[in-house]
């Protein structure tokens, strides 16, 4: 028995262990239906074993999964019918071609849907090499068919894995667009990536893992907002830092030459009005926009997220 | 569909694509001609009269100096005889010895016969066939089953809700399929070798030919000897998930035992009664048609052979089934 509302990944205190390695730890993720959904990590930090799990590939050593709002949980081949996923690099029969790499994993699926193999084709471009052998293909190539391949049988629920790795610049723009509109007709996608950039431009929550452990989990917005920096040029900025500075709810508060670098918890007009009591007025306020990536490392407390991080840096970084 | 059935079907959608298992088809078809065209030459000869060998004093040679000389017997029988510089002493001796062997030959001819047309050269070319048969299909299960592992596509598979051991199923499914389709290829060129090595020769006079029944047991002998080396193969390469492992050890296996059971078979006489329940003697005595070939479970019924080979592969197919069932699966092994 499924519930619509409830969400389509649910899972308590998942656990994954591989000897003396715990490779997920306790984790408990909530992933509503429909939009994009981000799952970050660095590499190692347990996103491919979480999806392993998910995927019914690696039995968990201790939690729990529920999927589609099944009341049981656990994962059964009824729900893997309506997902669709490509795992790291996507893996194909070097001697099939492309289309009959598809058709293959079509009909063994038993989700055959006439000219639904030619549509994908299509969809990712490789219609003209359709009739090539796997193993001819290009590193993008094989990734444009591991997109097709996740989208086999029009699932509910497509995960993601790094689709762009190997990609140019325009076929990363084109899987980041596809990904987007997947995730705007109703099904939900899992994308995980450590392409910050990629994620916080596709994703609308996203979740983020490190040493097997969750970290956060939220909307993209409220996630790189949380932080709740303000910027602030007033009449007399080294006096609003003083006030600022013995206020219970501002803090962190510095000068950077352009005005005054402080973060709160509390509503902006509270400062505001904190300044005015003081006798320092406010000529302007605005939010300092972090990017993920930033709100990744600090969180995560890593130097890092990947050699192949593009995420780009704002001149206004807090 | 039933689940076994779609796996089972695209996974020989997936087999007659590749390069191996065609490959492997001509080996054995070329193979199993040996037990055809060798009996037919045997035949010519045997047609022929055959030859007597003697040791003669002097003759051919120097005086006091031996040596054996051989002589076509249908030149021996000839009057005169054909042979030149015969001592004619020798000539009654030969002839006794002629005839003899124009005696036995006149009662292997049908035999001889029978086993290069059909339908006993089905039978000649299914013992041929299963010998070299039974390392080729191994190759073909081990790879059929490891590439799935090597090539990380055993995960791609199961993601898309195939059950694991109804995949599983599927593959050993489609190499007992195989194994019957190569043996059906067998059948066919046999029987067009036969048919024309047939329009070659005389059959001999009051030649019955054997009856199809035995041909057809012959098919079904060599298929199922094949069933327990494919289970045999499966587990071990899904236990050490490579193709490479899967095959060595089994073929290594079914090599050894042998030998090793007729070195400890020199220690004690017990362990004939293990070897009676042992894999490969079992299927060199089911092979055989229960005959004491090399390593052969020697003296023992067709049943037991077929019991013992049925008990191990139901053991066999289990334990690779749990495996199966019961690992994680994760990235491409490359082996």
């Known amino acids: 028995m499924t519930n619509d509302a409830a969400p389509v990944i649910e899972t308590t205190d998942l656990s994954k262990r591989f000897g003396s390695v715990l490779a997920v730890d306790r984790l408990s993720l909530r992933v509503e239906r429909g939009g994009v959904f981000g799952l970050l990590g660095s590499n190692g ?51 099939l071609s492309g289309r009959d790499n598809l058709r293959y994993f079509q009909g063994i699926s038993g989700r055959s849907v006439a000219g639904e193999v030619d549509r994908l084709l299509d969809l990712v471009e490789l219609a003209p090499s359709a009739g090539r052998k796997f193993s001819t293909y290009s590193l993008g190539m094989k990734q444009r068919l591991g997109v097709a391949y996740a989208l086999l049988g029009d699932p509910d629920l497509v995960f993601l894995d790094e689709p762009t790795n190997g990609l140019d610049p325009a076929g990363v723009a084109e899987v980041r667009e596809l990904v987007k509109a997947l995730g705007e007709d109703g099904r939900t996608v899992v994308l995980s990536s450590h392409m910050l950039a990629e994620v916080e431009q596709v994703c609308q929550r996203v979740a983020i893992i490190s040493r097997g452990r969750l970290l956060a989990q939220g909307l993209v917005e409220d996630l790189v907002r949380s932080q709740g920096v303000m910027r602030l040029r007033t009449n007399d900025d080294h006096r609003a830092s003083s006030v600022l500075t013995a206020s219970p709810f501002a803090h962190d508060v510095s000068l950077d030459g352009t005005g005054i670098l402080v973060r709160t918890d ?19 306020m605005t939010p300092v926009q972090t990017t993920l990536e ?10 890092g ?5 593009t995420a780009t840096q704002t001149g206004d970084a807090a | 569909m039933n689940i076994v059935a779609r796996s089972t079907a695209w996974e020989w959608f997936k087999l007659r694509r590749r390069w191996m298992p065609w490959i492997l088809l001509i080996v054995v078809v070329l193979f199993s001609q040996l037990g055809v065209w060798p009996a037919y030459f045997g035949y010519n000869e045997l047609g022929r009269g055959g030859q007597v060998t003697m040791v003669s004093s002097g003759q051919f040679g120097g005086p006091g100096e031996q040596r054996p000389i051989s002589v076509e017997c249908a030149d021996v029988m000839a009057e005169p005889p054909r042979v030149a510089d015969l001592d004619p002493a020798l000539v009654p001796g030969l002839r006794v010895q002629c005839a003899e062997v124009t005696k036995r030959a006149a009662e292997q001819l049908p035999i001889a016969y029978a086993n290069f047309t059909l339908p006993g050269s089905i039978g000649q070319a299914m013992t041929t066939a299963s010998a070299l048969g039974s390392i080729l299909i191994a190759v073909l299960a081990a790879s059929t089953v490891g590439v799935e592992y090597s090539w990380g596509t055993l995960r791609t598979v199961l993601v898309r809700g195939t059950g694991r051991w109804q995949y599983l199923a599927g593959k050993i499914a489609v190499l007992l399929l195989a194994a019957l389709a190569a043996l059906i290829v067998v059948v066919g060129v046999t029987a067009v070798s036969s048919l024309v090595a047939q329009s070659l020769v005389e059959a001999p006079a009051g030649y019955v030919a054997p009856g199809w029944g035995d041909a057809l047991g012959a098919i079904g002998r060599a298929w199922f000897g094949f069933v327990p080396m494919i289970a045999l193969v499966v587990l071990l390469t899904v236990l050490t998930s490579s193709t490479a492992m899967g095959m060595a050890i089994g073929i290594g296996y079914t090599i050894a035992e042998p030998l090793i059971m007729l070195l400890v078979g020199q220690l004690s006489d017990r362990v004939t009664v293990v070897t009676d329940y042992l894999l490969a003697a079992n299927i060199n005595g089911w092979t055989g048609g229960g005959a004491a070939a090399f390593g052969a479970a020697g003296g023992l019924s067709s049943l037991h052979h077929f019991i013992v080979l049925s008990l191990y592969t139901v053991v066999f197919v289990a334990l690779a089934a749990w495996l199966i069932e019961s690992r994680d699966v994760t990235k491409a092994t490359g082996t």
Request: glycine fraction near 12%; charged fraction near 15%.
């Open chain 1, 45 to 95: 930090s347990g996103k491919t074993t979480t999806i392993g799990m998910l995927l019914g590939l690696v039995e968990p050593s201790g939690g729990s999964i529920h999927l589609f709002g099944n009341a049981q949980p656990g994962v059964r081949p009824a729900d893997l019918h309506r997902i669709g996923a490509i795992v790291e690099t996507p893996s194909f029969y070097p001697y």
């Open chain 1, 266 to 284: 509390e509503e902006p007009w509270m400062l505001t009005r904190l300044l005015a009591e003081h006798g320092v007025y406010v000529a302007e």
């Open chain 1, 305 to 309: 997220i990947g050699s192949d991080s």
């Open chain 1, 294 to 303: 930033q709100y990744f490392l600090e969180v995560t407390g890593e130097s």
